[in-house]
């Protein structure tokens, strides 16, 4: 069982140390703050509650299960973060988002410290890892105990429940999608984890033993919904940039035989070499090393090349523009030759602009590198042959 939490909890915590990889202006941001905090709670949360963390913390405090009030103030805290990252994100005034934190935690600190001084108060000699939930669902002031971490937990989750349904019909997108995961991974919780503590606890004072469904069913199920919530709350945050980078990768990907072309003219600084350069910082490298490698080929563009591989495009049936980057690909790769044999420039300069230097982005320069690679206009495209030999 320890194995399963803590997977759980090294998966939970790792979408906050995803989420932190960011310029420091967005980690600084309160969203991305609540959202790291929540995220973080909710992973220790079940570091506390593996049985392995809990004989630990007994035998380094020396108190027969002071484990079970870390863990459960450790879970009062991250359903008051849930609460607050909710309101963070839902937004609004700063007053009013600020009041509604203040109200969370006002209510959420009392519970924390009610949970401790109930269990000061209990006789709680006896120390079990799995299953003290029904074991002292008898004994005065820590039943007590647990329900109250029970009822602060579902408070927090039915709202979130609430405000994820109500919220879902006003968005749409990755938003309303992160909300349902946020719904599906509180509503397992809800049915996973709470209702089978609550049953396993009303089964003990009416004389039953249901502990199987606190000591087996419930764990899983609960790193399951958590596993649900955090990705609900990281995808909408994560998904845009991820996708962004996809394409940064590919562009990187499709200027490679055009930066292959020219690379030796380039001056650029070379870009720092590692394998933690995300796609867009080595796209940003590649942009504006090519930039430069086509600023020193320009005395090599030879205007009477280009015209006729634009005139051959026309004759091919290609749009303008397609026309435009077939012509200044064949220039490019004539400059490109002649550079590399070190001819000397043309004695008048060209002056044309690329299409490629008129556009921001990569977008003109992906144009020119594919444009490279593609059979020049009016190349006859041959088909295959298949001989036979006759014995």
């Given at each position: 069982m320890s194995l399963v939490v803590y997977l759980a909890a090294g998966l939970f915590g790792l979408s906050a140390v995803v989420l932190c990889r960011r310029p420091p202006r967005a980690v600084r941001d309160p969203l991305t703050v609540s959202t790291c905090v929540a995220i973080v709670l909710g992973s220790l949360v079940f570091v506390c509650s593996a049985p392995l963390t809990l004989a630990a913390v007994n035998d380094l405090t020396g108190i027969p299960n002071f484990g079970a009030p870390l863990t459960y103030g450790m879970l009062s805290a991250y359903s008051c973060s849930l609460l607050i990252l909710l309101i963070h994100w839902r937004g609004g005034p700063p007053e009013r988002v600020r009041r509604m934190v203040l109200r969370s935690i006002a209510a959420y600190v009392p519970l924390i410290a009610a949970i401790v001084v109930l269990f000061a108060l209990g006789d709680a000699r006896t120390e079990r890892l799995t299953d003290l939930d029904t074991y002292y669902a008898n004994t005065p002031y820590l039943c007590e105990m647990i329900l109250l971490?029970?009822?602060?937990?579902?408070?927090?989750?039915?709202?979130?429940?609430?405000?994820?349904?109500?919220?879902?019909?006003?968005?749409?997108?990755?938003?309303?999608?992160?909300?349902?995961?946020?719904?599906?991974?509180?509503?397992?919780?809800?049915?996973?984890?709470?209702?089978?503590?609550?049953?396993?606890?009303?089964?003990?004072?009416?004389?039953?033993?249901?502990?199987?469904?606190?000591?087996?069913?419930?764990?899983?199920?609960?790193?399951?919904?958590?596993?649900?919530?955090?990705?609900?709350?990281?995808?909408?945050?994560?998904?845009?940039?991820?996708?962004?980078?996809?394409?940064?990768?590919?562009?990187?990907?499709?200027?490679?035989?055009?930066?292959?072309?020219?690379?030796?003219?380039?001056?650029?600084?070379?870009?720092?070499?590692?394998?933690?350069?995300?796609?867009?910082?080595?796209?940003?490298?590649?942009?504006?090393?090519?930039?430069?490698?086509?600023?020193?080929?320009?005395?090599?563009?030879?205007?009477?090349?280009?015209?006729?591989?634009?005139?051959?495009?026309?004759?091919?049936?290609?749009?303008?523009?397609?026309?435009?980057?077939?012509?200044?690909?064949?220039?490019?790769?004539?400059?490109?030759?002649?550079?590399a044999a070190r001819e000397d420039p043309l004695p008048t300069p060209s002056g044309y602009r690329l299409h490629a230097t008129e556009v921001s982005g990569t977008s003109g320069l992906v144009e020119l590198a594919q444009a490279l690679v593609r059979p020049p206009a009016g190349t006859p495209v041959r088909g295959g042959t298949v001989r036979t030999s006759h014995g």
């Open positions: 971490y029970l009822v602060g937990h579902s408070a927090a989750t039915l709202a979130t429940c609430v405000l994820c349904v109500k919220w879902s019909r006003e968005v749409t997108g990755l938003l309303r999608t992160g909300l349902r995961l946020i719904l599906a991974g509180s509503a397992l919780d809800v049915v996973g984890f709470q209702l089978t503590k609550y049953t396993a606890v009303a089964a003990r004072w009416t004389g039953h033993d249901l502990d199987v469904l606190s000591t087996q069913v419930a764990p899983p199920l609960a790193s399951l919904g958590a596993l649900l919530c955090s990705a609900g709350f990281v995808l909408p945050r994560l998904l845009p940039s991820a996708l962004a980078q996809l394409r940064s990768l590919d562009d990187y990907r499709t200027l490679a035989p055009l930066w292959a072309r020219i690379r030796f003219v380039s001056t650029a600084p070379k870009p720092p070499s590692g394998w933690w350069q995300l796609p867009r910082a080595r796209l940003h490298w590649r942009e504006v090393s090519i930039h430069d490698a086509l600023l020193g080929l320009a005395p090599y563009f030879d205007d009477t090349v280009r015209e006729r591989a634009l005139a051959a495009a026309r004759r091919a049936g290609r749009t303008p523009h397609d026309a435009r980057i077939a012509a200044e690909a064949a220039m490019l790769a004539d400059a490109a030759r002649r550079a």
